[in-house]
């Protein structure tokens, strides 16, 4: 597959060829048998390709300097614009029917003419910047001015029908055309900015375009062979402009829209090539260098490491060997251990074009150089034949008695020798050496008699001798030097160091005289105190103490002149006035130096006294809590807690209030004035009086006033507190269950008394107090149900006990009635079963409420239906019982008493008022009288009671019953009268 497409890619133009002809064949067959279709055809591409490249152009502005490419996008936008209209005013379109075939002529010369100058200019803006909305706005004025002169009918007449073109217009194309040549022979000259691709497919275009304007000047009918064979040149032109821009920039980006970057890239890389080469030098020298130096200025002279190359000067010993040479023609090298030359004048052409070309003579050369010259003593030489069959002769170059190198005389032959040609002859053949070329070099070699071979080899001996004696007197100079340097480097740097030392030691160093005097401080000391260096020097040791801890720090200086050294702790005052604590530890250096080495340590004995607070407040808070869990009331807790506040909190006075956000009161719980505590009465007082303070309490927060005299308005407990001489208060709820329970309040004299630990404390302390008092008040409340339940008891033992014998009594004067048959003993029986269950009744009601107080409607109200309900009549009698709002409850004694009253008094109209009747009404009214009295009316709608009743001369169970009850147990008074019925009046006084 991959094969595939790069065979695909490759021969992609042969292949879409036969396409393209195609494509062409068939526009050509529409243009000659319908020509409106087929100029709509060519125009309609020729706008698309240049619609493309705008949109390629104008969308890679921010990723491609290549302003060619921005400035023909944006150009060849407004030409498609152009040309767009041309094609709708085109003869036959019928768009614009009021104008002929001028209107589109007239378009398409400015059209022409818009492109030729664009292309013209373009190369221009190859190593420029285009402003893209600059060009834009110029070539809309362009193109509106141009519109709006053509179908204004002012543009100049460009084909007159049956005439054929003007001469303005025949004369418009030769200019186009001259314009696409100039634009041709401008980017011809500015051939190399340009992508190969992109230059090569634009000079066609432009070629196609000229050929297109030359067919336009000689047609005659806008439909004939010329006009169709110019629109194909513009076809075309417009294919190669696509292949030029759009596909270009489209499969090939970087080459098309980055050349220029390409090109600067490419500069760039043989730029960054050639300044490695030359950075890798400059690094091979460095490095050089920095083993010399390192070797010559290390401490213990360390030499070992220098090659040779690093010892002598290369330079000048090249420079005096290449003089000698040419002065006495004789051939000299130095070379090190390894073989390198450093050092070279005069070698023959059979070693350098020869020997020391081919890899085999090569490493023979290097052996005669490494190992044939290895071993000859200091201030000798050595004559040796090399492994190439030449004389060379070798002298060492030893520098602190180290070998390090070679100095070399050669090649030659003594003038004395026969030279063995036929061995040359073989080794060019070996090494395919040209032999006519080699045996000529051969000849080159010198011949030179013995004498003059020692005597000018002792020469270089002693040269050498130099070297190695002047190389080892520099480096030893060097190192003697460097010593010398860096005894004096060392001295400074030890001094700096222990200024340095002294300078950035975290504490502060003073250095006084016998007099206190400060005569040396580091910056820690001037940090420290705030004061600058020269204002210390001024200073004495008691002018940072403060005044009333004088004593002390005149005791460490006394100390310090008597032992010679001082530790302690002592106060002393910055210069804007704080005051802070330093460790001192001072030693004396002399009978008039003193040094001291001091620490701030004024956040560590914060840190001691918060820490020592911190326990005393956890200790005293324990006090509190173990007062508290020991403490048996609320106001035993409150006193016990105000008591031990004092110590964690100086107050002026406390207090612990309750409060009940129902009916918006409270009421002081425990207060502590001057030490000894005292209980206000329990009275409560409105809230409204609290001001402030109960709006803090309702709200749940803290109030903290530091200052009762900046307040603008104050509540009366506020008046009272400045009364008192307060001038600051914390108030902090009691929360319990995220309700307020009461209040801790402390009042102190000064103004900012109270500090954010204080406040911390207190809400601390009112956490605690809210639960125990609570728990408290639960306890107290549970020791009352108590009692209250053993009194309920004891008063329901003796509220049994009366009624039982009250039943007794009752049954006393039923058995002293005289019975004459059995329904009067039916009837007695009745009437106490009545009496006992009215009180059954009451017992009831008295059990459901725990034998709390009743109310006295609800009494009356069941008792006469617990009345009624015995009887045939219970569904015709109606009772009603009025009772004012106001009426206080009932007790349980009384409301047994009024219950065998209503029972017995209903029982009678029952059996007197109603009888033989088959509706009855029952009334009972109670009312308030003055003299703290109630009156109870109980009325029936019957005939009334008897006479005899009235005036006291019948005498029964049931008005003994009533009558006894009522004055006797009740303490009142019974009137019996008739009004619409028989009326009872019960006055009696008013029960609590």
């Known amino acids: 597959m991959s094969n595939h497409r790069q065979f695909v890619d490759a021969n992609r133009d042969w292949i879409l060829l036969p396409l393209g002809l195609a494509a062409l064949a068939g526009l050509i067959f529409i243009g000659l048998s319908n020509y409106l279709l087929f100029h709509a055809l060519a125009e309609g591409f020729c706008i698309a390709v240049a619609c493309a490249a705008f949109v390629l152009a104008w969308n890679t502005f921010k990723f491609t300097d290549n302003g060619y490419l921005r400035f023909l996008g944006i150009a060849f936008f407004f030409v498609a614009g152009l040309d767009f209209f041309h094609m709708l005013a085109y003869k036959g379109m019928g768009i614009f029917p009021t104008y002929d075939a001028n209107l589109p002529t007239q378009l398409w010369i400015a059209a022409r003419a818009t492109q030729s100058l664009s292309l013209l200019v373009a190369p221009a803006f190859l190593k420029r910047r285009v402003n893209r909305h600059a060009a834009a706005v110029i070539y ?135 300044r490695k080469r030359a950075e890798d030098a400059l690094r091979e020298s460095e490095s050089r260098v920095r083993r010399t130096l390192q070797s010559v200025l290390s401490p213990v002279g360390n030499l070992d490491r220098l090659e040779l190359r690093d010892i002598i000067d290369v330079e000048a010993i090249q420079s005096l060997v ?100 036929d061995v040359f002859r073989q080794q060019a053949r070996t090494c395919g050496f040209d032999e006519v070329a080699y045996l000529a070099a051969l000849d080159r070699v010198p011949r030179w008699p013995r004498e003059r071979v020692e005597t000018v080899f002792r020469y270089y001996m002693k040269f050498a001798t130099m070297i190695s004696q002047l190389s080892h007197s520099n480096l030893s100079l060097a190192q003697a030097l460097s010593d010398r340097d860096r005894l004096l480097v060392a001295h400074r740097e030890s001094e700096q160091k222990f200024r340095s030392y002294v300078e950035s030691a975290p504490y502060g160093i003073f250095v006084a005289d016998q007099d206190g005097r400060y005569v040396e401080v580091n910056d820690a000391a001037c940090q420290s105190t705030g004061y600058a260096r020269d204002e ?57 130096r003193f040094l001291a080495y001091t620490e701030d340590v004024t956040e560590r004995r914060w840190a001691e006294e918060a820490l020592r607070q911190t326990t005393e407040r956890l200790r005293i808070q324990h006090e509190i809590d173990t007062a508290i869990l020991s403490a048996r009331s609320a106001e035993e807790i409150a006193h016990t807690t105000l008591h031990h506040l004092r110590d964690l909190v100086p107050y002026l006075v406390a207090s612990i209030s309750e409060v009940d956000l129902v009916q918006q009161r409270g009421r002081d719980i425990a207060v502590l004035t001057d030490g000894s505590h005292r209980v206000r009465p329990a009275m409560w007082y409105s809230l409204s009086m609290a001001g402030h303070l109960a ?209 017995e008094l209903t029982t009678n109209s029952l059996k007197y008022a109603f009888a033989g009747r088959a509706h009855g009404q029952i009334r009972i009214r109670i009312a308030r009288l003055e003299g703290r009295k109630v009156q109870v009316l109980f009325c029936d709608d019957g005939p009334g009671l008897p006479d005899d009743v009235l005036q006291g001369e019948r005498h029964n169970v049931g008005l003994w019953l009533v009558r006894a009850n009522i004055t006797h147990t009740l303490g009142g008074e019974v009137a019996l009268y008739n009004d619409g019925g028989a009326v009872v009046a019960m006055t009696f006084p008013y029960f609590t």
């Open 695 to 903: 709006e803090s309490i309702r709200q749940g927060q803290t109030r903290l006033v530091q200052d009762i005299a900046t307040l603008p308005d104050l509540s009366p407990l506020e008046r009272s507190l400045a009364a008192r001489g307060g001038r600051a208060y914390v108030n902090v709820p009691m929360m319990a269950q995220d309700a307020p329970v009461g209040a801790l309040s402390l009042v102190a004299r000064e103004p900012h008394f109270f500090r954010p630990e204080h406040v911390e404390v207190l809400e601390e302390v009112a956490d605690s107090l809210a639960v125990a008092m609570q728990q408290a008040r639960l306890l107290e409340q549970t020791q009352q149900d108590a009692e209250t339940k053993a009194l309920l008891l004891r008063e329901v033992n003796h509220r049994v006990l009366n009624n039982l014998t009250m039943i007794l009594s009752i049954l006393d004067m039923e058995r002293g009635r005289p019975l004459e048959d059995q329904r009067d003993f039916h009837a007695a029986l009745q009437d106490v079963r009545s009496c006992i269950e009215g009180i059954t009744t009451v017992h009831r009601m008295l059990s459901s409420t725990q034998w709390s107080p009743l109310e006295l409607g609800e009494v009356a109200r069941q008792v006469a239906r617990a009345a009624l309900s015995s009887s045939p009549m219970q569904h015709h009698v109606d009772v009603t019982v009025d009772v004012p709002g106001d009426l206080p409850p009932v007790s349980a004694k009384d409301a047994v008493a009024l219950a065998l009253v209503i029972n």
């Open 536 to 592: 210390l020097l001024g200073m004495q040791i008691a002018h940072l103490i403060p005044p009333d801890h004088l004593d002390a720090g005149e005791w460490h200086f006394r100390t310090l002149l008597e032992r010679g050294v001082s530790v302690g702790e002592v106060p002393f005052v910055t210069k804007d006035g704080r005051l802070r604590w330093w460790s001192v530890n001072a030693v004396r250096l002399s009978d008039t």
């Open 140 to 274: 809309t004025a362009i193109s509106v001015t141009v519109l709006g002169l053509a179908f204004g009918r002012l543009f100049p007449d460009c084909y007159v029908e049956g005439e054929g073109l003007t001469p303005f217009k025949i004369v418009s194309e030769y200019i186009v055309s001259l314009l696409l040549v100039g634009a041709i022979l401008h980017m011809v000259y500015r051939r190399t900015a340009f992508n190969a691709e992109t230059f090569r497919w634009m000079a066609v275009a432009l070629s196609f375009t000229i050929l297109s304007e030359l067919a336009f000047t000689i047609y005659i009918h806008v439909y004939d062979v010329l006009n169709v064979a110019g629109h194909i040149f513009k076809v075309l032109a417009f294919y190669f402009i696509y292949r030029a821009i759009v596909e270009t920039g489209l499969r090939k980006p970087y080459a098309a829209l980055f050349w220029d970057v390409q090109q600067r890239n490419e500069q760039l890389e043989r730029e960054i090539d050639a």
């Open 322 to 421: 290449d003089d000698f040479y040419a002065l006495t023609q004789t051939g000299i090298a130095i070379l090190d251990l390894e073989g390198n030359v450093l050092v070279a004048a005069g070698w023959q052409d059979i070693c350098t074009q020869f020997h020391r070309v081919h890899p085999e003579t090569l490493r023979h050369c290097i052996e005669s150089d490494t190992q044939l010259s290895s071993g000859v003593p200091p201030g000798s030489y050595k004559l040796y034949k090399c492994k190439n069959n030449m004389w060379d002769m070798a002298t060492p170059i030893v520098v602190g008695g180290r070998h390090v190198g070679n100095l070399f005389l050669g090649q030659f032959f003594f003038d004395d020798e026969v030279v063995d040609t």
